[in-house]
């Protein structure tokens, strides 16, 4: 809460590495779109075989378009490490998730 106020009476955010996916939430819910770009750049940055699946769950639920893009691509690179992850579960448990990382994965052959 404390960075998302900062952020709407300065325009800036301190430790956005590790506050990206909560202020998404609220960049998303309140439609603060500058906040909304700056979170998914740091998301997609960051992105790791752990991260990949709750990143693209992040995304999807907040509508973060690119965002998702850069993580199935990414997931589509590195899917037998990702699908390992304890994170993986989220997309399993997702049927439209799971169905469009299959769709990624089938254009990938």
Wanted: with cysteine; charged share 30%.
């Amino acid at each position: 809460m404390e960075e998302k106020l900062r952020y709407i009476y300065t325009g800036n955010v301190e430790n956005l590495d590790e506050l990206a996916d909560d202020l998404l939430e609220a960049a998303d819910k309140y439609d603060l779109g500058d906040l909304k770009v700056m979170c998914e750049n740091a998301l997609s940055n960051n992105l790791s075989v752990d991260s990949a699946a709750k990143t693209l769950a992040l995304a999807d639920l907040h509508h973060a378009k690119e965002l998702k893009s850069i993580t199935m691509n990414y997931i589509v690179t590195n899917a037998s490490d990702v699908m390992s992850t304890e994170g993986w579960k989220i997309v399993v448990a997702s049927n439209e998730l799971l169905n469009e990382v299959c769709r990624a994965l089938s254009r990938k052959c």
